[in-house]
């Protein structure tokens, strides 16, 4: 039984520019942001039978609804995550509070090391691989792999649309790995290509990428992702996955999609 | 080309990632040059692996770009610390976990600065002053109860060796030995420093001396002509020897025989085994290989040009030695000593025709000194090399042929 951890959208907004997506100008509709969100919820609750932990909003943290940064989770550990803009990183104690209030033990790095939570470390059960350079600092994921007795590779990432590795890359259930080769370089894309067999590979086309195609969740053999990426759900049904598109845009005016609004408990 | 080091380390999933190929291409790509040290691959996919790097650099400001360019990718300038040292618990013992000498270029940092060792050479310690603002690299035997002597390896960095502008054979800096190689273009090369610094030398350059170390036979093979002519012509300006090269030159020069031998005839003389002991003996009776030389009891030879020339002889004595001959060191302690002493300037050594004295001698030399080592035996080069000497430039061949050659090529007429 997969759980999520999610959190309302009370307070979501626009209110600094952290990202090349949020413009100050480019205000939310809030009302359709929240019935976005809650369009999520109900693919994640109704139809894919996700158990939704749900954090209380917070006043003043618009970004606490994408709890994909609130840090990583890995069996009854939690790593909270180190924010590298201010704007963030009041949100680092309201996550570190529910961590321990459900019973997680709770590590936290020091302070500078910045490591922004599942919205950079990803992969596969053996593999995992960790975004650097736009958020997090290559640095931790040498005391990520330590801790977990993984093998990490950093990737680094070149565009700064593509900010966090969740808004490029996507490793699914099966094995298969949904990303968009652009957002790295030649030495990130080889290492990539090492680790994921080619006929594993489902890159998505630009237009789609820019859409988030690959902030998507994979629960099982289903896969919901935002609305307008037909391409991106052909390749997904192609290698057996059931696809849930959302419309989620008022979140991409500030850079977040599916994923970045969950966080992955167990 | 003054050179900018730093050294930065970096660590996790760095080679399957290509971070490592990454932080390295940009080094070079910018301009930069680096050695990896202390590579370390994980030996299974979760275990990390590290390296370190050291970069080098024209200019600071270009030193700083490339470290700026590569921190990003994990490449963290290394801590530094000053070096520490502890007290030599008594006369002639060093404390324990001493740092010990390459022959390489090396700096230790005190109060923030970093500082040259002078008299580099390999397997010393390092004396700092009690001021601690200067210092040497020091023999075991010689350190003093209460001398502080650096301990650890933290603040002290070696420079790795920066190829020669001279595009001859000692900028390839190997050391491997063959008698299959061709000699010539070596000893061309060889003949072309020698110039050089002789010219240097004639100016009254102190950094511009050459060394030969010898063996006897250099003697018996017939070389005793041509390293005569080398030093009456001012391209030798040091000589380290034993008791038996100086013994055999001066009994050719009153005999005509080495070891017995007739030079000239090659054969065995009637008693000829008894030459070098009554030169040896006739020396001793005279008190000393200067006056012999100057009397006009030694007329020619190795001996007698080196006299005549000013130039040093160390002679450094074995348990084997007949006499020996008066200034033969046989105190080996205070032979090591006396080579040491002489070494400062030296700018090109030659090691012929002796397995001990090119070793001795190998051992002293800082590893900036172009040096080449002749032997009929690969293994004595290869006994160079292997003792750490790797800047030897390997030469298998005969010491008469080696030095015939080596004096034609500067003009000495066959």
Known sequence: MTRLLVCPPDYFGIEYEINPWMRLSNRVDHERAVQQWHGLMRVFEQDLGVTLERMTPVAGLPDLVFTANAGVVVDCTAVVSRFRYPERQREEAYFEDWFRGHGYAVVTLEKALFFEGAGDLLGFPDCWFGGYRQRSDIRVFPHLSERFHREIIPLELVDSRFYHLDTCFCPLSGGDLLYFPPAFDSYGQSAIVQRVPKDRQLPVPDDEALRFACNAVCVGKHVVLPSGCPATEHLLQARGYRTHSVPLDEFMKSGGSAKCLTLALD | MSLHQETVLISGHIIDSLILAKVLDIILMMGGAFDLEDVHIGTTREEPSRARIVIRASSTTLLDDILKAIQPHGACAEREA?????????????????????????????????????????????????????????????????????????????????????????????????????????????????????????????????????????????????????????????????????????????????????????????????????????????????????????????????????????????????????????????????????????????????????????????????????????????????????????????????????????????
């Open chain 2, 82 to 414: 000053d070096c520490r040292t502890a007290e030599a618990p008594a006369d002639g013992i060093f404390p324990d976990d001493f740092y010990a000498t390459t022959h390489l270029p090396t700096q230790i940092r005190l109060h923030g600065q970093w500082i040259d060792v002078d008299r580099i050479e390999m397997d010393l310690g390092i004396l700092v002053d009690t001021r601690g603002t200067v210092a040497h690299a020091l023999p075991m035997g010689d350190v003093r109860q209460g001398g502080r002597i650096v301990v650890g390896r933290d603040g002290v960095r070696v420079t790795p060796l920066q190829r020669p502008r001279e595009r001859d054979v000692f900028g390839f800096m190997e050391s491997q030995v063959s008698s299959e190689r061709p000699h010539h273009h070596i000893i061309t090369d060889v003949a072309a420093r020698m110039r050089q610094l002789r010219e240097g030398h004639r100016q009254g350059q102190a950094d511009s001396r050459v060394l030969l170390a010898g063996g006897p036979a250099i003697i018996h093979a017939g070389g005793r002509d041509a390293l005569t002519w080398l030093i009456e012509q001012g391209f030798v300006h040091l000589l380290f020897c034993g008791n038996a090269l100086a013994a055999h030159d001066m009994e050719a020069d009153l005999y005509g025989t080495s070891l017995g031998y007739g030079l000239a005839a090659g054969r065995a003389v009637p008693h000829g085994h008894e030459h070098h002991l009554r030169t040896i003996n006739k020396i001793r009776a005279i008190g000393s290989i200067d006056a012999a030389v100057t009397s006009g009891v030694v007329k020619q030879g190795i001996m007698a040009a080196c006299v005549r020339h000013n130039v040093p002889v160390v002679m450094a004595g074995t348990i084997r030695d007949d006499g020996p001959l008066p200034g033969v060191i046989t105190d080996s302690v205070l032979a090591q000593k006396a080579m040491r002493a002489a070494i400062p300037g030296v700018r090109l050594a030659l090691l012929v025709a002796s397995t001990l004295h090119a070793v001795a001698t190998g051992n002293l030399l800082p590893a900036t000194v172009p040096t080449v080592c002749v032997d009929v035996n690969p293994s004595v080069p290869i006994k160079l090399s292997d003792r750490g000497s790797f800047q030897a430039v390997g030469l298998v061949m005969d010491a008469a042929s080696f030095l015939s050659e080596l004096a034609r090529l500067l003009g000495r007429s066959a």
